[in-house]
C-alpha cells in the first residue's frame, strides 16, 4: 500500500516533469526555458528521495543534496548569460 | 551597466561554503559510501567555478593565486607517484596497501595509499575544470 | 510500533501532497500567461513540493532505520536558501532582457527607470540579442 | 622484472607531467624528453629479448589476479611495435628540435608527444579491452590537441572534422564495448577469448565482433578512412609524420589482436568481410594516389594504402601471412613516418605542396633527393628495404590460401605506390631547379639526422630481416596459436 | 525493463546519428553528446537493470547489482566531458578563425 | 668469400665508394679507375670457362634470411656463365667508350655510380639461384636503368622516359614475383635448381601456368616484347653509352636469361610454346616493321633491338619443344633452336653494340641523329662508316659476318618446326617460317636505311658549317673490338660453341645427355638448304623493297596515331588519373555529412548485414526486470526531449533540452542503483552546461538547417537504421546469459580491498589504471584546451614545419 502510494507520487513528479519539459520545449522566452529547467531539477530531487524510501537505501541522499547545489548553479548560469550573454566576467567592472 | 549583484553575492558566500566541505566529504567518504577523488574533484571544482561565475576572474585569482594547469599537473605526479611507489617495494605498479595507525590524538585510523591516488584524482579534476574554464573566459 | 507506522503513514503522505502539489506547479508553470508569473509557481510551490517530499524521506528514514539524516536536513535548508536567490535572479534577467509582461498586467513602474537615458543604449543590444535567440 | 613493462607507458608520462612544471626552460626539455625515449625505446628492446627467453610476460597491476584486474601483457607482437614507435618517435623527435620552433615548444609540444607515445604504447601492451579504449583517449586526446596545435584555418577546420569523427567512433568503440560485455562478461582479451571459445562464437558473438571491426577500421583508416587525408596534412610535419607511423598502426594492432586473439572462430565471415573492405581500402587508395596532385593528399593516400595492405594479411590469416604483416607493419611504420618528414621538409624548403611547382630539388639537396628515392623504393616493396618481406609473405599466404583477388590488388596496389610517388621525384626532384644552390633555404641539420637514421632503419630492416626473424616468426606464432596467450594470462 | 531500456536507446542514438548530420557545429557537438548519453545508458542496460542492491557494502547483504559497468560509466563520463570540452573550444576557435560554422561552408577546397 | 660473391659484390662496393671520393678524384681519371673492374671482373670469368666446358657448376650458399629460405645462393653454369661474360665485356667496352664520350662538365661520378650499380645487379641475376635474390636483383636493374635513363633529367624526354621504364619493369618484375611465390607454394622450395629437380611434381598443380604465365610477363616486359616494347625506344633518351650497354647487350636480355632458365621448368608446357614463340615472333615482326619508318637513328636501332629480342625470344620458344618431348635422338634436332637463341644474343651484343657506339659518334660528332638531315659521311667519318657497314650486314644477315650463322640457324629452325605435329603446329605452324622471313626483309631494309641515309649520297650543307671530323681513336677502339668480334666468330664459330654454349644448352636441357646434336657444328656454308634460300629470298626482296621505298611507305600513314601502343598507354595513364581525381573528389569533398553518412551506412550494411545473415536476433522480454509506470513515464520524457532536439530553434534550448536529458539519465542511475553515477553524471552535466554557454559567447546562434528536404529525409533513415541496429543487436545481446559476470568477484571488495563501495574500490584498486589513465586525459584535454586558446597562427611569415 505504501509502496503503491510511493509509486503514485513518482508518477506525479513525472507528470510534472512532462508538463516542465513542455515549457522547456516551447518557451517563449529563455527565462521561461530556464526556469522549467530548474523546476525540472528540483523535481527530480523529490523524485530521487522518494526512490531512496522505495528502495530503502541512504545512497541517494548525496546526490540530493548535489542536485540542489547544481540546480542552483545552473540557474545562475542561465541567469547570467540571459542578462548579459557572459558567465564568467574579466573583472569587477563589467 | 553595473549590476547589483548583492543578494547572490550574499549567499554564494555560504553556498560556496557548504559546497566545499560537501565535496571534502564526499571525496574522503569515497571508499565506503558514494564518493571518491572524482565526485569529490568534482564537486570542489564546481564550487570554484560557482565562484567565479558570482564574481570575476581577478578577483577570484587574487584569493586563489594558483596556475591551474599546474594544480592538475600535480594531480597526475600523485596519481602517478603512488601507483608507482609500489615497484620499490617489489610489488606490482599499482599495488595499494593499507595499514592501520594509531595517532596521538586522533586515535586509530585507517591510511590508505588509495587515498594519495585518490587525491591525485581530485587534484587533477579540479585543476582542469577550473583551467577549462578559465582560458576559455579569458579569451579576447 | 505503532507510532513507527504512524510516521511512516506520515511521511508517505507528505510525499504524495509534495507530487500533487508539484503537480500543481507544473500545471501553473503551462497556464501563467508570462515569465513573472510563472518564476512565481516555480520558485515557491516547487519549493513547497520538495521540501515535504524531503521531510517525507526525513521521517521515514527516522522511523524505519532510527537513521537521523543530516544530508537530507541540509538538502532542505539548502533548497529553502536558493531558490529564492534563483527565483529572484532569473525573473531580473528576464527584465533585463525585456521579457514582455503579460497584457493584462498592471503598470511597468521600473521601466523608466532602468531603461530610460544612458542605459537604453545597451540595453538595444540585448533586446537584439534576444529577438536572434527567440525565433519562433 | 614485471614491473619494466609499464615503462613504456608511465614514464612519458610522468616525464610529461614534469616537462609541464619546465614550460620555460625549451633546451631542458628538449634534452630531458629526448633521454625519456632513449630509456623506454633501450627498455622495450629489452622486454622484448625476454619475451623470447621467457615467453609472454604480464604485469598485473595492483597485484589482482587476471580476469580481474586490469594487466599489460607483452608479447613479441605488441613489443615489437612498441619498440618501433618509440624508435621513430625518438628519431622524430630530433626533427622536432630543429623545426618546431619555440611558439610550439613553449605551448607543451613535448609533453604532448609523450602523452601520445604513452598512449600508444598503452593500447599496444594492454591486456583488457576497456583498458584498451582508456588508452586509447590518451592518444587520441593528444593527437586532437597535436592536430590542432599551430591554430592556422586551415588547420582548425580539418581538425575539426577529425575530432568530431572521432569522438563518434569512441562512442561506437563504447557500444562494441558495451555489447561485448553484455554477452560474455568480462573485459580481460584472454578471457574473452576463452569464453568464446567455450560456446564457439555464435552468431551474437560475431556480430559484436563485426561491431569491433568497424570501430577499429575507424581508428585504423580501414575503408572508413575519410577523415585521414585531410587531417594528416594539415599539422606540423613531425606531427604528421608521428601520426601516419602510429595512429593508424594502432587501429590496425586492435584489428589484428580481436581477429587472432578473441574473434578467431568464424573466420568465413569476419575474414571475408576484412578481405572485401581491405581490397576497397586499397582501390581508393590508389585511385586516390593518383589523383593527387599535390604531395601532400599522394602522401596520404599512400598511408590508406598502407593500411589495406596490412590488412590484407590479416584477412588472409595464415601464419606466413600474419608474418608478412608484422613486418610489413614495421616499415609502414619507419617509412611512412620518413616519406612525411621528407614531404614536410619539402613544402620547408620550396613553399610550395603542388608537385608540378616544385623542380630540380635534388639539386640543391641531394641527400634529401636520395633519400626521398630509398623511401620510395622501400614503399614500393623493392629488395632489399623493408617492405620486400612483407610484401612477399603476405603475398606468400594470400597464394597458400587461395586469395587471388587480394594477392592481384595488393600487388598492383605497390606499382601504383611507386608510380604516384615517382611522379614526385621526377616533377620535383628532378629537372631543373630555379633557385640557386647559395639562395637555397638550408636545411636544418637535425632534419637531416633524422632522415639519415630513419633511412638507415629502412635499410636495415630490409637486409637485416633476418635479425629480426625470431622476433617476428614468435609473434606470428602467438598470432596463430590464441591459447600461448590465454594459457600464459590465465595459467599461473 | 531492459527491452525498453533499448528501446530508448536506439531512439537516443536516432537522434544523436541525425544530430551529428547536420551541418551546424552546435548540432553535430549536441550530437555526440546525445550519443554518448545512449552509450552510458546502453554499457548500464548491459550490465542487467534491478538485478540487486546499490553496490554498497554497508547498506546491504546481497546480492548487488552488477558494480563494473558502473565503474566503466564513471570513465567514460569522465572521458566524454573532457572530449566535449576539448570539442567545443575547437569548434568556436574554428568558428572565430573561419567564420563559419555551417560544416558545408567549411569543406575547404575551394580557398587554398 | 668466394670469388662469385666477389664479383657480384665489387660493382657494388665500387658504385658505393664513387660518390664518396668524389672530391677526390680528378674528374678525367674516373672513367679510368672504373673501368678496371669490369675489365679484370672479365678476366677472372674467363678463367671459368675451360672449367666450366668441362661441366663444372659453381655454386656457394650464404645466408640471407635463412628464416624465409631466402639465400644468396651463387650458381654459376654455362648460361650464367655466357651473360656475366657479356655483361662484364660489354661493359669494359662502353665504359672505355663513354670515358671519351662523356664531356667531364657531366657528373660523371653519378654516371659512373649508377653504371656500376647496373652492373653488380645484372651479375647478380644471372648468379642467384634464389628466386626472391634473383627478383631483388631483377628490380635493382629496372632502378639503376631509371636512374641511368634520367641522367638528363633536365629534359623533359628523359624524365618520361625513365619513368615509362620503370613503370613497366617494375609492374613485370611483381608479376614475376607473384610468379616466384606461386612456384614456392607449390613446389616449397626456392632454388631455382631444387625446383628444376621436382619439375614433375609442379606441373600437375593448378597454379602452374598461372605461374608461368606471370614469369612469362616479367621476361617480357624487361626483355620489350610486344606489347611492352613501348618503353625501350623512349628509353634512348639515355646517354648512347647507356643504350648501347643497357638496351642492346644485357639489360634487356635479362628477360631471355629467365626464360631460357625457366625453359626446363615450364618448357613442357603448350602455353609456354606458344607464348614465347608467339610473342617472339610478333615482336620480331613488328620491331622490324616499325625500325623502317623512324627518322632517329637511335630509334631504328631501339626498334631493331625489339625485333631482335623477338628473334631470340621466338628461338627459345621454339626450343622448349625439345623438353616437351623429352630426350631422344629425334627430338635433339630442336634443341638446336636454342643453340641458335644463344649464339644469336652474342652475336646481336656485338653487331649491336658496334651500332650504337656508331651513332653515338655520329651524334657527338655531327650533332643531330636525324636521318633526314644526315647523308654523305662516308667520307667525313670512314671508319665510323666501316662500323656501320659491318654492324648492318651482319645485322641483316649477310655473310661473312656472325649473323648471317645465326640467322641461318634461326631460318632452319623455324622450319624444322613445321615438321612437328604437337601443341597443334600443323595447322598453323607454318605462320612461322612466313612471319619470320617476313620481318628478316624488314630487318635488312632498315639495315640498308641506317647505311645509306647516314653514309652514302650527298652531305646535307648545314652539316658541313659544323666543321665535323672523325672521332678521336678512344672512341673508336671498341667499336672496332666489337667489330673484330663480329668478323672473328664468322670464321671461327665452333670454338665459341664448343667452349661457351655447349656448357649453357646443358643448363637449358638439364636431363638431355651432351651428345654431338645438341652442339652442332655450325658451317658457314651447309649446302642447299631451305635457309639459304630463304636468306637470298630477303637481300633480293630487301633489296627491291628499298628501291622502290617511296611507293609503299604509305600503308604506315594506315595505323592512326590515335591507336598506336604508345598513345594508348599515355590515354589509360592519363585517363586513369583523370578519373581517378574525378571519383576522389567526388566523394573526398570535404564535407563532414557526407563522410558521415558513408560511415553510417557502412555500419549499416556491414553490421547489420551481418547480424540479420547470421540469424542472431532473438528476444524473449519474460527475462525483463519489471516495468514501474513512472519509468515508463520518464523514458517518454527522454524521447519527447530527445526529439525535441532535433528540431530545436535556438542553442540555448536544445543546451537545456540536453540538461533535461542528462537530468533524466542521472535518474536513471537512481533507478539503477548507481549512487556513484547519478552525482558523477549531475555534476558533470551542469559544468558542461556551464561550458556550453560561456562557449556561446564565441559562436553564433542557431540558424535554421539549409538541407534540403530530400537530404533530411536520408538523413532520418539513416538516423533510424542506425538506431535499430543497435536496438535490435541490444536486445539479442541481453538474453545472453551463457557467462557469470566477473564482478561477482568484486564483492569482497571489502576483504579484498577494504572498501565498502564496490564501485569506488574497482576505480580506485582493482581497475585504478583506468583511473589512472582517465586523469591524464583530462590533463591533455586541460592543457590542449589552453593551448588552443593561447597559440594563435601568427599572422605572416610564420614558415614552421
Not at chain 3, 65 to 91: M, W
Not at chain 4, 135 to 164: D, H, N, P, T, W
Not at chain 4, 453 to 476: N, Q
Request: aromatic content about 12%; some cysteine.
Amino acid at each position: 500500500m505504501k509502496e503503491t502510494i510511493l509509486l503514485l507520487a513518482l508518477v506525479f513528479f513525472m507528470v510534472a516533469i512532462a508538463l516542465l519539459l513542455y515549457r522547456v520545449i516551447v518557451g517563449p522566452s529563455m527565462p521561461d526555458r530556464a526556469i522549467a529547467l530548474d523546476t525540472i531539477g528540483v523535481n527530480l530531487i523529490s523524485a530521487i528521495a522518494i526512490v531512496s524510501i522505495v528502495l530503502s537505501t541512504k545512497a541517494f541522499l548525496e546526490a540530493i543534496l548535489i542536485l540542489g547545489i547544481l540546480a542552483f548553479i545552473g540557474t545562475i548560469a542561465f541567469s547570467k548569460y540571459i542578462e548579459r550573454g557572459v558567465i564568467v566576467d574579466r573583472n569587477g567592472d563589467s | 551597466m553595473k549590476i547589483n549583484d548583492v543578494i547572490l553575492r550574499t549567499v554564494v558566500k555560504g553556498v560556496v561554503f557548504i559546497i566545499l566541505t560537501l565535496g571534502v566529504y564526499l571525496f574522503f567518504s569515497g571508499h565506503n559510501a558514494p564518493g571518491g577523488g572524482f565526485i569529490g574533484g568534482l564537486v570542489l571544482g564546481s564550487g570554484i567555478v560557482l565562484l567565479y561565475i558570482t564574481y570575476d576572474l581577478e578577483t577570484v585569482h587574487r584569493k586563489m593565486p594558483f596556475d591551474f594547469k599546474k594544480v592538475a599537473a600535480l594531480g597526475v605526479l600523485l596519481a602517478t607517484g603512488s601507483a608507482i611507489g609500489a615497484i620499490f617495494f617489489d610489488a606490482p605498479f599499482l599495488s595499494q596497501t593499507d595499514i592501520y595507525y594509531t595517532f596521538p590524538i586522533l586515535g586509530e585510523k585507517h591510511l590508505t595509499t588509495v587515498t594519495i591516488f585518490e587525491a591525485g584524482v581530485a587534484l587533477t579534476v579540479i585543476g582542469t575544470l577550473v583551467t577549462i574554464i578559465l582560458s576559455i573566459s579569458e579569451d579576447e | 510500533m505503532i507510532a513507527m507506522e504512524i510516521l511512516e503513514w506520515v511521511a508517505v503522505i507528505l510525499v504524495l501532497i509534495g507530487s500533487i502539489i508539484s503537480v500543481i506547479s507544473a500545471f501553473g508553470l503551462i497556464k501563467l500567461p508570462d515569465v513573472y508569473t510563472r518564476s512565481h509557481a516555480a520558485t515557491k510551490s516547487s519549493t513547497l513540493a520538495v521540501m515535504a517530499c524531503l521531510l517525507g524521506a526525513f521521517i521515514y528514514f527516522w522511523s524505519h532505520d532510527g537513521y537521523v539524516s543530516i544530508r537530507l536536513i541540509l538538502g532542505i535548508i539548502f533548497v529553502f536558501i536558493t531558490a529564492p536567490v534563483a527565483g529572484h535572479l532569473i525573473c531580473r534577467a528576464a527584465y533585463r532582457s525585456r521579457v514582455p509582461l503579460a497584457r493584462n498586467s498592471g503598470q511597468d513602474e521600473l521601466k523608466s527607470i532602468l531603461f530610460d537615458g544612458d542605459i537604453a543604449a545597451t540595453t538595444v543590444q540585448t533586446i537584439e540579442k534576444e529577438k536572434s535567440e527567440e525565433n519562433q | 622484472m614485471n614491473n619494466l613493462l609499464v615503462v613504456p607507458l608511465i614514464i612519458p608520462i610522468i616525464t610529461a607531467v614534469l616537462l609541464v612544471f619546465l614550460r620555460e626552460q625549451i633546451m631542458l626539455q628538449r634534452i630531458i624528453s629526448f633521454i625519456t625515449m632513449i630509456f623506454i625505446s633501450i627498455i622495450s628492446f629489452l622486454l622484448l629479448n625476454f619475451v623470447q627467453t621467457d615467453g609472454i610476460i604480464r604485469l598485473d597491476f595492483g597485484g589482482w589476479i587476471p580476469p580481474f584486474g586490469i594487466l599489460f601483457v607483452a608479447d613479441s607482437f605488441s613489443l615489437l611495435l612498441v619498440l618501433t614507435a618509440n624508435v621513430l618517435t625518438t628519431i622524430c623527435l630530433l626533427y622536432a628540435f630543429s623545426t618546431i620552433g619555440e611558439r610550439h615548444e613553449k605551448m607543451f609540444f613535448y609533453p604532448f608527444v609523450l602523452f601520445l607515445i604513452a598512449g600508444v604504447n598503452g593500447s599496444f601492451l594492454t591486456g583488457d579491452v576497456f583498458n584498451l579504449f582508456v588508452c586509447f583517449e590518451v592518444m587520441l586526446l593528444a593527437s586532437y590537441v597535436l592536430v590542432a596545435l599551430g591554430g592556422k584555418k586551415r588547420q582548425l577546420r580539418e581538425s575539426l572534422k577529425y575530432v568530431i569523427i572521432n569522438v563518434v567512433a569512441s562512442w561506437m568503440f563504447l557500444i562494441a564495448l558495451a555489447f561485448l560485455y553484455g554477452t560474455v562478461k568480462t573485459l580481460n582479451m584472454a578471457h574473452i577469448a576463452q569464453r568464446v571459445a567455450e560456446v564457439g562464437q555464435d552468431p551474437v558473438l560475431t556480430t559484436v565482433a563485426i561491431l569491433f571491426l568497424i570501430v577499429f577500421s575507424l581508428k585504423a583508416g580501414l575503408l572508413l578512412f575519410f577523415w585521414l587525408p585531410g587531417s594528416y596534412s594539415v599539422p606540423p610535419t613531425v606531427v604528421q609524420a608521428l601520426f601516419a607511423a602510429l595512429l593508424t598502426k594502432v587501429g590496425i594492432y586492435a584489428l589484428i589482436r580481436t581477429f587472432t586473439l578473441m574473434f578467431p572462430l568464424n573466420q568465413d565471415v569476419t575474414h571475408t568481410i576484412i578481405g572485401v573492405m581491405a581490397g576497397i581500402t586499397l582501390i581508393a587508395g590508389c585511385m586516390g594516389a593518383l589523383s593527387g596532385r599535390d604531395i601532400y593528399t599522394i602522401a596520404t593516400y599512400n598511408v590508406i594504402i598502407g593500411v589495406g595492405f596490412i590488412l590484407i594479411g590479416l584477412a588472409v590469416g595464415t601464419e606466413s601471412a600474419l608474418t608478412g604483416a608484422i613486418y610489413y607493419l614495421i616499415h609502414d611504420m619507419l617509412a611512412k613516418a620518413l616519406l612525411f618528414l621528407l614531404v614536410g621538409m619539402m613544402f620547408y624548403v620550396s613553399g610550395e605542396s603542388v608537385v608540378k611547382k616544385m623542380s630540380g630539388l635534388i639539386q640543391n639537396y641531394p641527400l634529401f633527393g636520395w633519400i626521398y628515392f630509398l623511401v620510395m623504393l622501400a614503399l614500393a616493396g623493392i629488395p632489399p628495404l623493408s617492405g620486400f618481406m612483407g610484401k612477399v609473405l603476405i603475398g606468400q599466404g594470400a597464394i597458400e590460401n587461395g586469395s587471388y583477388v587480394l594477392l592481384a590488388i595488393g600487388f598492383a596496389s605497390s606499382i601504383i605506390v611507386l608510380y604516384s610517388l615517382l611522379r614526385i621525384f621526377l616533377a620535383s626532384f628532378y629537372g631543373e631547379t630555379t633557385i640557386s644552390y647559395e639562395d637555397r633555404k638550408p636545411i636544418p641539420r637535425g632534419a637531416y639526422v633524422a632522415f639519415v637514421l630513419l633511412a638507415l632503419s629502412i635499410v636495415c630492416v630490409g637486409v637485416g630481416a633476418e635479425s629480426l626473424a625470431i622476433y617476428v616468426k614468435d609473434a606470428a606464432k602467438t598470432l596463430m596459436n590464441p591459447s600461448i596467450y590465454i594459457d600464459a594470462i590465465l595459467k599461473g | 525493463m531492459e527491452s525498453l531500456m533499448m528501446i530508448l536507446i536506439g531512439v537516443l542514438v536516432t537522434v544523436g546519428t541525425y544530430l551529428v548530420l547536420s551541418r551546424n557545429l552546435i548540432r553535430v557537438i549536441l550530437g555526440t553528446a546525445v550519443l554518448s548519453h545512449a552509450v552510458h545508458l546502453l554499457i548500464l542496460t548491459m550490465g542487467g537493470l534491478k538485478k540487486g542492491a546499490v553496490p554498497l557494502l554497508s547498506q546491504s547483504e546481497g546480492p548487488f547489482t552488477d558494480a563494473l559497468p558502473q565503474a566503466l560509466i564513471l570513465t567514460a563520463i569522465v572521458i566524454s566531458f573532457a572530449t566535449t570540452a576539448f570539442l567545443l573550444v575547437l569548434a568556436y576557435r574554428t568558428y572565430k578563425t573561419n567564420g563559419s560554422d555551417d560544416l558545408q561552408e567549411l569543406r575547404g577546397m575551394s580557398d587554398e | 668469400m668466394t670469388i662469385e660473391i666477389a664479383i657480384i659484390l665489387i660493382p657494388f662496393i665500387m658504385a658505393a665508394l664513387i660518390p664518396l671520393f668524389n672530391r677526390r678524384l680528378q674528374k678525367s681519371f674516373i672513367g679510368w679507375v672504373v673501368l678496371v673492374i669490369p675489365v679484370s671482373l672479365f678476366l677472372i670469368l674467363t678463367t671459368y670457362i675451360p672449367r666450366i666446358a668441362k661441366g663444372e657448376t659453381f655454386s656457394h650458399t650464404y645466408w640471407w634470411i635463412p628464416s624465409f629460405n631466402i639465400n644468396f645462393t651463387t650458381y654459376l653454369d654455362g648460361l650464367s656463365l655466357i651473360f656475366s661474360l657479356l655483361i662484364t665485356g660489354v661493359g669494359s667496352l662502353v665504359i672505355l667508350y663513354s670515358i671519351f664520350y662523356l664531356s667531364i662538365k657531366e657528373s660523371l661520378h653519378h654516371f659512373y655510380c649508377y653504371l656500376l650499380l647496373f652492373m653488380g645487379a645484372m651479375l647478380g641475376v644471372v648468379f642467384s639461384d634464389n628466386l626472391m635474390v634473383l627478383y631483388a636483383f631483377w628490380e635493382l636493374t629496372s632502378v639503376s636503368s631509371f636512374l641511368l635513363i634520367a641522367f638528363w633529367h633536365h629534359r623533359k624526354a628523359s624524365r618520361a622516359g625513365a619513368r615509362k621504364s620503370m613503370t613497366i619493369t617494375v609492374s613485370g618484375g611483381v608479376a614475376m614475383l607473384v610468379g616466384f611465390l606461386m612456384l614456392y607454394a607449390m613446389s616449397g622450395t626456392l632454388s631455382i635448381r631444387e625446383i628444376i629437380g621436382n619439375v614433375d611434381e609442379i606441373s600437375e598443380q593448378t597454379l602452374f601456368i598461372p605461374a608461368l604465365v606471370l614469369v612469362l610477363l616479367g621476361a617480357f616486359t624487361k626483355s620489350a616484347q610486344f606489347p611492352f616494347h613501348i618503353w625501350l625506344p623512349d628509353a634512348m633518351e639515355a646517354p648512347t653509352p647507356v643504350s648501347a650497354y643497357l638496351h642492346s647487350a644485357t639489360m634487356v636480355k635479362a628477360g631471355i636469361y629467365l626464360v631460357a632458365r625457366f625453359t626446363p621448368v615450364f618448357g613442357g608446357e603448350v602455353v609456354w610454346f606458344w607464348a614465347v614463340t608467339g610473342v617472339g615472333l610478333l615482336t620480331l615482326f613488328w620491331g622490324a616493321f616499325n625500325a623502317v619508318r623512324q627518322s632517329d637513328l637511335k630509334a631504328i636501332l631501339a626498334f631493331s633491338t625489339v625485333s631482335q629480342l623477338g628473334l631470340i625470344m621466338s628461338l627459345l620458344g621454339l626450343g622448349s619443344v625439345a623438353v616437351h618431348l623429352g630426350y631422344s635422338t629425334s627430338s635433339v634436332i630442336y634443341t638446336q633452336a636454342t643453340f641458335a637463341a644463344l649464339f644469336h644474343l652474342i652475336n646481336h651484343s656485338t653487331f649491336k653494340g658496334a651500332l650504337f657506339m656508331m651513332v653515338g659518334i655520329v651524334d657527338h660528332e655531327i650533332g643531330t641523329r636525324d636521318i633526314r638531315r644526315l647523308g654523305g659521311l662516308m667520307s667525313i667519318l670512314p671508319f665510323t662508316f666501316t662500323i656501320a657497314l659491318i654492324g648492318c650486314f651482319s645485322m641483316a644477315g649477310l655473310p661473312p659476318f656472325n649473323g648471317f650463322l645465326s640467322k641461318e640457324m634461326f631460318f632452319a629452325a623455324t622450319v624444322s618446326i613445321t615438321n612437328l605435329d604437337i601443341f597443334s603446329i600443323a595447322s598453323i605452324g607454318i605462320l612461322v617460317p612466313v612471319i619470320a622471313w617476313i620481318a628478316s626483309v624488314f630487318t635488312f631494309i632498315y639495315c640498308a636505311i641506317i647505311v645509306s641515309k647516314t653514309f652514302l649520297g650527298k652531305i646535307k650543307p648545314d652539316i658541313l658549317e659544323k666543321n665535323p671530323h672523325e672521332a678521336p681513336v678512344g672512341m673508336l677502339i671498341s667499336p672496332f673490338i666489337l667489330i673484330g668480334l663480329v668478323i672473328a666468330i664468322f670464321f671461327f664459330p665452333n670454338t665459341l660453341g664448343a667452349y661457351i654454349l655447349k656448357p649453357a644448352m646443358s643448363s637449358v636441357y638439364p636431363t638431355f645427355p651432351a651428345t654431338a646434336e645438341m652442339t652442332p657444328h655450325i658451317y658457314a656454308w651447309h649446302g642447299f638448304k631451305p635457309e639459304l634460300f630463304m636468306t637470298i629470298g630477303v637481300i633480293l626482296v630487301g633489296l627491291l623493297l628499298y628501291r622502290y621505298m617511296k611507293h609503299w611507305i604509305k600503308i604506315y600513314r594506315l595505323f592512326p596515331q590515335k591507336w598506336t601502343l604508345n598513345a594508348i598507354y599515355e590515354r589509360v595513364i592519363t585517363s586513369s588519373e583523370n578519373i581517378s581525381e574525378s571519383i576522389t573528389n567526388r566523394y573526398m569533398n570535404g564535407n563532414l555529412m557526407h563522410y558521415f553518412i558513408y560511415i553510417y551506412v557502412s555500419f549499416v550494411v556491414i553490421v547489420a548485414g551481418t547480424f540479420l545473415t547470421l540469424e542472431a536476433f532473438s528476444w524473449t522480454p519474460s527475462l525483463d526486470a519489471p516495468v514501474e509506470n513512472y519509468e515508463l513515464l520518464l523514458v517518454f520524457i527522454m524521447i519527447f526531449a530527445s526529439c525535441a532536439l532535433i528540431f530545436a530553434k535556438s542553442r540555448i534550448t536544445a543546451v537545456l533540452l540536453n540538461g533535461v536529458l542528462g537530468y533524466a539519465i542521472a535518474f536513471f542511475f537512481v533507478i539503477f542503483r548507481a549512487p556513484d553515477l547519478a552525482l558523477t553524471q549531475l555534476v558533470v552535466e551542469s559544468v558542461t552546461t556551464a561550458l556550453y554557454l560561456i562557449c556561446f559567447k564565441y559562436l553564433a546562434e542557431l540558424k535554421p538547417e539549409k538541407t534540403s528536404k530530400r537530404v533530411k529525409l536520408s538523413n532520418g533513415i539513416i538516423s533510424i537504421l542506425v538506431g535499430s541496429t543497435v536496438t535490435l543487436i541490444g536486445l539479442a545481446v541481453i538474453n545472453y546469459e551463457k557467462f557469470e559476470s566477473i564482478s561477482v568477484y568484486f564483492e569482497d571488495s571489502y576483504k579484498l580491498a577494504g572498501g565498502k563501495n564496490i564501485v569506488n574500490t574497482i576505480l580506485g584498486d582493482f581497475r585504478a589504471f583506468d583511473t589512472m589513465l582517465e586523469v591524464v586525459v583530462l590533463l591533455i584535454a586541460g592543457l590542449g584546451i589552453y593551448t588552443l586558446i593561447k597559440l594563435k597562427a601568427a599572422k605572416k611569415g610564420d614558415a614552421d614545419t
